[in-house]
C-alpha cells in the first residue's frame, strides 16, 4: 500500500508539473487558439503520464514480476516495456498482460526487454 501512495503523489506530481510547462509556453496566435492547442497537449501529456505511473505501480505490487527491473515508457498511448537485466517468458508476458489492461492503452511494445 505504500509503494501506491507513492506512485500516486509521484504522479500528481508529474501531473501538475507537465500541465504548469504547457500551458507556460508563448506564442503570437490567437488566445482561444493558443489555449485550445496547449489543453489538447496537457491533456496527452497527463494521460499518458498518468498511463506510465498506473503500469509502473500495477507492475511493482505485482507477486512474481521484478517490478523495479523493468522501464515503462508512454507515448501517445503506446507503452514500452524495457529492461537491463533479463526476464523469464512468463514475466514478460505477465508484464504485458497487466499494461494492456490499464485504460487509455492503445499498444503495448516489449521488445526492450531481454529474456532469459
Known amino acids: ?15 501538475l508539473t507537465m500541465a504548469n510547462a504547457a500551458f507556460a509556453a508563448q506564442s503570437t496566435q490567437a488566445p482561444m487558439t493558443l489555449a485550445a492547442g496547449e489543453v489538447t497537449k496537457a491533456k496527452e ?16 505490487t ?27 517468458d512468463a514475466q514478460k508476458d505477465m508484464a504485458i498482460a497487466i499494461a494492456k489492461k490499464i485504460k487509455g492503452v492503445q499498444a503495448v511494445s516489449a521488445d526492450g526487454l531481454k529474456s532469459e
Open 45 to 60: 501529456a497527463t494521460s499518458d503520464t498518468w498511463i506510465t505511473t498506473k503500469v509502473k505501480a500495477d507492475l511493482m
Open 1 to 15: 500500500m505504500k509503494k501506491f501512495a507513492i506512485a500516486a503523489a509521484t504522479a500528481t506530481a508529474l501531473t
Open 62 to 88: 505485482e507477486k512474481g514480476v521484478p517490478g523495479s527491473d523493468i522501464k515503462v515508457e508512454t507515448n501517445k498511448g503506446v507503452v514500452s516495456l524495457s529492461s537491463e537485466t533479463a526476464i523469464t
